[in-house]
């Protein structure tokens, strides 16, 4: 297992002690399982944007068969147990339509979310709420073509240098202005960046995402948002499409402890965003 394995020491593992256990078909490695409403739900636990050694990247759960779970309050609760930055609901493998969920709520569209599932089941395009996501494959990279209007809120932040985005602290739940951006100019996840190499495209990026109170509340409307629990994201394509689509040229990004996410700007308003995807379990 290479670096970042730590990622996801310990979530999904096995079944809950004494409720609940299921048997992997033959030939294939145990995925995670987990009970809800006295049923099984497996799901596949990948890593998305890791590094050229194929280490950190975002962890991402995904269901493939999102039928067993077809309410949406219960793909919630499924979601924040597994407590991933995001999981994946299948609804149709072939025509790749699928759900996405935070901890906390729904999403119409998100980067890591559909640049792993798209890996995973190998389709040319996957259906979200949003729109058609165009999705290929391209040697050890896993590319989705995508509108930057799709992507949640996020406040871009811009600093002199990289290592002053590394010399970052994690802001305190609710709080964002330890990032130099005045909190009440916050929308969504900030997205601190700096150029490493302008000229090369090379850019070195974190990702701080919105806090949602007790009320269930954000000043991002909940787009971005987590529960305090994700302190900081290892790697998030919609935040990187955004930047691509505002400074309108391709950008290798750095973010994270060593996460790589490429992007490309295409005709008409579109953007392509692609990475290294690993079955994690």
């Not at 330890?178 to 495209?201: F, K, S």
Request: one cysteine or more; a negative charge.
């Amino acid at each position: 297992m290479g670096p970042g394995a730590e990622l996801s020491a310990g979530r999904g593992r096995h079944p809950v002690p004494g409720r609940c256990r299921a048997v992997p078909p033959p030939g294939r490695r145990r995925r995670g399982t987990r009970c809800l409403n006295a049923q099984v739900t497996d799901y596949d636990v990948l890593r998305v944007f890791c590094g050229p050694n194929g280490g950190y990247g975002n962890e991402l759960g995904v269901v493939r068969e999102g039928s067993v779970l077809p309410e949406r309050s219960d793909r919630q609760e499924l979601a924040a147990k597994l407590g991933f930055s995001e999981t994946v609901f299948v609804d149709d493998p072939e025509r790749g339509v699928i759900d996405i969920y935070t901890p906390t709520l729904r999403l119409p569209f998100a980067g890591h979310p559909c640049v792993g599932t798209a890996w995973l089941l190998d389709v040319p395009e996957l259906v979200t709420p949003a729109g058609v996501v165009g999705a290929r494959l391209d040697g050890e990279f896993s590319w989705i073509e995508a509108r930057a209007e799709w992507a949640p809120p996020c406040t871009l932040r811009q600093y002199a240098s990289a290592a002053e985005v590394d010399a970052l602290e994690v802001p305190p739940p609710g709080e964002r202005s330890e990032t130099g951006v005045p909190p009440e100019e916050v929308l969504g996840r900030t997205y601190a960046w700096a150029w490493e190499d302008e000229a090369a495209g090379r850019v070195r990026a974190r990702a701080f995402p919105a806090r949602i109170d007790e009320r269930g509340d954000s000043r991002s409307r909940g787009a971005g948002a987590c529960t305090g629990s994700i302190e900081e994201d290892e790697a998030t394509g919609a935040a990187a499409l955004l930047l691509t689509e505002r400074l309108g040229r391709a950008l290798n990004i750095t973010q994270g402890r060593g996460s790589q996410i490429l992007t490309a700007p295409q005709p008409h308003g579109w953007v392509e965003v692609g990475g290294r995807v690993f079955l994690e379990r």
